[in-house]
T-cell receptor, first 112, second 113 residues
């Protein structure tokens, strides 16, 4: 079946602009996770949802970052007033009830 | 001390040999352990999960877990050039941290002809 999809795959934006990154999980997966991965590092947790409820947002770097999953399926990660340090690969993963997480292709964000 | 530690490598092994990748973790309440393979420029791909002490085999891959030593490893038998990738160890500690995964920095594996 279809895996996790993310859009856009690449996003270039100017400093100060807002961006919205989208994640469409594997059908039926109740949990959805957002990670950020720097070059040469493992993914770093940002936030996760069970259904539409945000369970943990402890990894969001600051209040410019927010996420939602209003209908328990597609999720959006929004970064307001982007800064150059926000440039990274943003990865989404989903899981059913067994904790095994499957990653999407990622969105490469570049802030100029 | 990092929560999940891996040797960054590169680890070079000849084709057909056994590759041994190691990972240690600091949180004693960790319950679930995963190995992901990540090719350059691609997303992490789940290859093994292990939840209890001992060995778990899947094809050429064997995961080994020792909770007392806080150690998890991945063995790749009959290594192939296509196994050349970065291998990420990930740990989940639901009691302390929900369902989030904490990753190591990865070990780069090179399988040489």
């Amino acid at each position: 079946g279809a895996g996790v999809s993310q859009s856009p795959r690449y996003k270039v934006t100017k400093r100060g602009q807002d961006v919205a990154l989208r994640c469409d999980p594997i059908s039926g997966h109740v949990s959805l996770y957002w990670y950020r991965q720097a070059l040469g590092q493992g993914p770093e947790f940002l936030t996760y949802f069970n259904y539409e409820a945000q369970q943990d947002k402890s990894g969001l770097p600051n209040d410019r970052f927010s996420a939602e999953r209003p209908e328990g399926s597609i999720s959006t990660l929004t970064i307001q007033r982007t800064e150059q340090r926000d440039s990274a690969m943003y990865r989404c993963a989903s899981s059913s009830t067994n904790y095994e997480q499957y990653f999407g292709p990622g969105t490469r964000l570049t802030v100029t | 001390q990092k929560e999940v530690e891996q040797n960054s490598g590169p680890l070079s092994v000849p084709e057909g040999a056994i590759a041994s990748l190691n990972c240690t973790y600091s949180d004693r309440v960790s319950q679930s352990f995963f190995w992901y393979r990540q090719y350059s420029g691609k997303s992490p791909e789940l290859i093994m999960s292990i939840y209890s002490n001992g060995d778990k085999e899947d094809g050429r891959f064997t995961a080994q877990l020792n909770k007392a030593s806080q150690y998890v490893s991945l063995l790749i038998r009959d290594s192939q050039p296509s196994d050349s990738a970065t291998y990420l160890c990930a740990v989940n500690a639901p009691a302390g941290g929900g369902n989030k995964l904490t990753f190591g920095t990865g070990t780069q594996l090179k399988v040489e002809l």
